[in-house]
């Protein structure tokens, strides 16, 4: 799929374009069109979605979230699905090293925990604030706060709806709690945002949240493994609904100890839209990749913590510097669509894999291996690449997107794409 490039003065976001009032008197409330955006934001976003979506369904629809936190056992997991119908022993070998708990398994669990987890989020944490940044730029300051405000407690109440009824590994609700945080920053000075950004990374990197909010013990967990293998299998829609609000309260920590992380990105967001870089990305190659380079320096003698950190931006800087020329585009191009549609593919793979994994679905919860399941979850985003590819041929914004916007502004947002000249 080839892009052609857009214009640079447009909403690079995660979620929502805004109206831009260029002569500061009110207009209506509407948003920006499609066309005016930034390609090589909406190809990062499509791949960072790649990367979460990896993440949540080999960790935490798979299995239980908690079992990672306990002693990894080596041994051959007994609901896994197995399939034997084929007589011969090499095929047998073979079957069983793709989905049983075997090096090959246990190896794809290793890149995504090293590569992947929480560096894609990261990537999101960063595109969140760039897309707050724009957005304040393109709303006329008598409206700024109203909107503003609006756009992220419509958020928390998709998110707190996710976060109950679909899935308690939602990021919504944090992301909506740290944008109400982060929005009086929008006002502040660029050293205040810095030193605020720097501040929080700080208290992230001491590790000092894991000893104040510590997880439950491990003979809690222990048993909640077997309590979770034996609900989201087989349990109805009440019974796992219950079980998963159950598990709030045990898993709200974990969104603790990274919520300064996601603070801190989210004003490391507001400075590189302030800094220009994304308004002359084409002008900005070698900066970029430096900087790429730089930051996979830092990781390779890194703790976890800033592994976290300079691998986002090191794969964010790579990203963009490719997708902003015409070969990028080319290559990378196909990835802008889903990222247009990200909060809706987000909510639609909770939706699929909850009937993937659950009982009042397929029920396979702790039956697939690590790589069985991500085999699955490319399928899954595969397809929404395809669907999002052809949805936007016909419409300016995917379902979810819609209805936010149209909630931000109380009125509804046109739809369907303008028909051509």
């Known amino acids: 799929m080839t892009l052609p490039h857009r214009r640079d003065t447009t909403p690079a976001e995660v979620d929502l374009t805004a109206p831009l009032d260029r002569d500061g008197a009110p207009s209506p409330p509407s948003s ?50 197995f399939f034997t119908g084929s007589s011969s022993p090499d095929m047998t070998r073979l079957m069983w090293a793709i989905i049983s708990d075997s ?51 419509v958020l928390l ?33 660029n050293w205040l945002v810095i030193a605020s950004s720097l501040a929080l990374l700080g208290l992230y990197f001491t590790g000092w949240l894991i000893n104040v909010l510590p997880l439950p013990s491990p003979a809690w967990m222990t048993q909640h493994v077997a309590d979770a293998n034996r609900v989201y299998a087989n349990g109805s829609f009440p019974q796992i609904l219950a079980f998963r609000l159950s598990e709030i309260g045990a898993i709200a920590p974990l969104h603790l100890w990274i919520f300064p992380r996601t603070l801190a990105l989210f004003l490391a967001g507001i400075m590189i839209w302030r800094s ?94 690590v790589s069985f399941a991500l085999a699955l979850g490319i399928v899954v985003y595969v397809l929404q690449a395809v669907i999002s590819s052809f949805w936007l041929k016909l419409y300016q914004f995917g379902p979810v997107e819609w209805l936010w916007r149209s909630l931000m502004y109380h009125q509804l947002q046109p739809m369907r794409v303008p028909a051509k000249a």
């Open 32 to 81: 920006v069109a499609t066309t005016d955006r930034l390609v090589s934001i909406d190809i990062l976003r499509g791949l960072a979605l790649f990367g979460v979506m990896a993440i949540n369904v080999v960790f935490e629809f798979r299995v239980s979230i908690f079992g990672q936190f306990l002693p990894a056992s080596r041994s051959h997991e007994p609901g896994t699905i």
């Open 103 to 153: 090096p090959f398994n246990r190896a794809v669990e290793g890149i995504l925990a090293h590569a992947v987890s929480m560096k894609a989020f990261a990537v999101f944490s960063l595109l969140f604030g760039i897309g707050l940044a724009m957005q304040f730029d393109r709303i006329a300051p008598p409206r700024r706060v109203a909107l503003l405000l609006r756009r992220m407690l």
């Open 157 to 189: 109440a998709i998110g707190l709806l996710h976060l109950t009824l679909l899935w308690n590994g939602d990021i919504l609700t944090e992301y909506a709690l740290a944008g109400l945080i982060v929005l009086p920053f929008l006002f502040a000075a």
């Open 276 to 369: 220009g870089v994304l308004r002359d990305v084409s002008g900005r190659h070698t900066m970029l990749l430096l900087t790429a380079l730089a930051a996979f320096a830092v990781t390779i003698d890194a703790g976890s913590s800033l592994a976290t950190v300079s691998l986002a931006l090191a794969y964010g800087a790579l990203v963009v510097s490719a997708a902003s020329t015409g070969c990028g585009i080319r290559l990378l191009g196909w990835a802008a669509p889903i990222g247009r549609m990200a909060f809706t593919n987000y909510l639609m793979q909770s939706i699929i894999f909850g009937l993937v994994f659950y009982g009042y679905g397929l029920g396979l919860f702790g039956r697939l291996s």
